[in-house]
């Protein structure tokens, strides 16, 4: 195991990777924007270094200091957690020349699957079904309308370097898809550097489904069962649970099987999530790899029993996988609430702002995984998390109680939440049986009428 690692990240994530570390004895060193300077969390690393100013393009994304601090700290490895430069291939290879080692997937894997057209080619020759789409980027407006009669409408256009949900655009016909083309090209362009795009037909009313994978460097790839991440606005996730409701088992097999082989075909190891949407039909298409750990990796750690940030820097300092695919087991349900500072009644807009009071919730089957106290300030640059609410129960029934109570039992004063849209949904009808698909919020509380 290493003896000491750098923390490539802030908030949330940065605190758990570095609980993981102090259980498994690695010392840590963590990094800080100014508007982080003094983050109670950052008491708990070994060494903490500022990185910059507030803005995350002038601290957390600045490769050379992250380096550098990795370089003074004297780490063996880095962990990126997620955003900022978890998925940046050109960072994964730069740590590699610097013999600092990469926690996560090789920068091959991770540049191959990181644009989606050549994930897409991945998966094809893998026999894993993907959305009928352009076979690989569009190179003018002829092509795509071509594509888009071959596939029909309506279609949705892509950024091959997309994240977060943005630079995606429907289409119904050939007068919006013209439009929407250059507005697509010119956001993904501004917002990726890079304005590649592709096409698939827009599948109405899926649910997403995640398989978090690991693998390790001995030639061994194990799924860790699905996700069922429908619960979106603005095509981002805001409650997760496992296992997915209403999953026929053969087809649950047949979805997490396909991951692994999607996988094991890149050449990817570490831990990392391969995207499904399942249409109405039960008709499952790969969407993307997300080759970093995920905001929602909590809710497989409930029901599996096994913590994944440990596992992902034992897989990176060479250790192979302690398990066999039939011996991962999962038990009862789980369910993540993510806890953003933001306004549910103004389609969900950020709202950063000093927390002036946390009561966070406990209690059996809790788990809150947060790094705000009271007075701590949500700075405006970077995601408005909060925290991560998560349940686990024998039984969904039984994780949905807890979750409503859990709920109503965490108070947050000084700033607006997703809380009460949360309550909402949970006692929606349409959830607890198991029945929404990625529109169900837009539709059930459209942003024009809130
Ligand atoms: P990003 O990388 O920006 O998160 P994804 O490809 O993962 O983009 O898609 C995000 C979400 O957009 C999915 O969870 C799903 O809700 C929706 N989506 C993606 N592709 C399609 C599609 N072909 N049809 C309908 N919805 C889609």
Not at 236 to 242: G, P, T
Not at 289 to 317: F, S, W, Y
Not at 404 to 432: D, S, W, Y
Request: aromatic share 6%; proline share 6%; charged share 25%.
């Amino acid at each position: 195991m290493y003896k000491r690692i750098l923390v490539a990240n802030r908030g949330e994530i940065a605190l758990r990777i570095i609980r993981a570390c102090r259980e498994l004895g690695v010392e840590t060193v963590a990094i800080f924007s100014e508007a982080d300077r003094g983050a109670q969390y950052l008491q708990l690393a070994d060494e903490a270094y500022c990185v910059g100013s507030a803005r995350a393009s002038d601290s957390y994304l600045r490769i050379d200091r992250v380096i550098s601090a990795a370089e003074i700290g004297n780490v063996q490895a880095i962990h990126p957690g997620y955003g900022f430069l978890a998925e940046n291939a050109h960072f994964n290879e730069i740590c590699r020349s610097c013999n600092i080692d990469f926690i996560g997937p090789p920068h091959e894997a991770m540049r191959l699957l990181g644009d989606k057209n050549s994930a897409r080619r991945v998966a094809r020759e893998a026999g894993v079904p993907c959305v009928p789409g352009s076979p690989g980027p569009i190179s003018d407006e002829g092509e795509a309308l071509r594509i888009a009669h071959e596939i029909g409408f309506p279609v949705l256009i892509k950024a091959a370097a997309g994240g977060g949900g943005r630079g995606m655009r429907v289409a119904a016909n050939d007068l919006v898809l013209k439009s929407a083309l250059q507005q697509a090209q010119a956001e993904a362009a501004a917002a990726f550097g890079d304005g590649t795009l592709y096409l698939e037909k827009y599948i109405e009313r899926p649910r997403h489904i995640e398989v978090q994978i690991l693998a390790d460097h001995h030639g061994n790839a194990v799924h860790l069962w699905e996700r069922d991440c429908s619960l979106q606005r603005r095509h981002q996730k805001i409650i997760e649970e496992s296992p997915a409701p209403n999953l026929p088992q053969s087809l649950r097999e047949e979805i997490c099987n396909a991951a692994v082989k999607l996988v094991k075909a890149a050449g990817y190891t570490n831990a990392g999530t391969v995207e499904f949407i399942l249409d109405q039909q039960g008709h499952f298409y790969f969407i993307e790899v997300n080759a970093r750990i995920q905001v929602e990796h909590p809710v497989t750690e409930l029901v599996t029993g096994i913590d994944l940030i440990k596992m992902q820097l034992r897989v990176a300092c060479g250790e192979p996988l302690p398990f066999k695919q039939e011996e991962i087991r999962t038990s009862g349900a789980a369910i993540e609430c993510r806890i953003n500072a933001e306004d549910p009644e103004h389609d969900f807009r950020p709202c950063p702002g000093r927390i002036e009071q946390i009561f966070p919730p406990g209690g059996p089957g809790v788990r809150f995984d947060s790094h705000v106290h009271p007075g701590y300030l949500v700075p405006p640059y970077y995601d408005s998390m909060i925290g991560k609410l998560l349940v686990h129960q024998p039984t969904r029934e039984e994780a949905i109680r807890t979750m409503r109570r859990a709920l109503a039992e965490l108070r947050i004063q000084g700033v607006k939440t997703t809380v009460p849209r949360q309550m909402e949904i949970l006692n929606h009808a349409a959830f607890v049986e198991g029945r929404v698909d990625t529109k169900f919020i837009e539709r059930t509380w459209p942003p024009s009428a809130s």
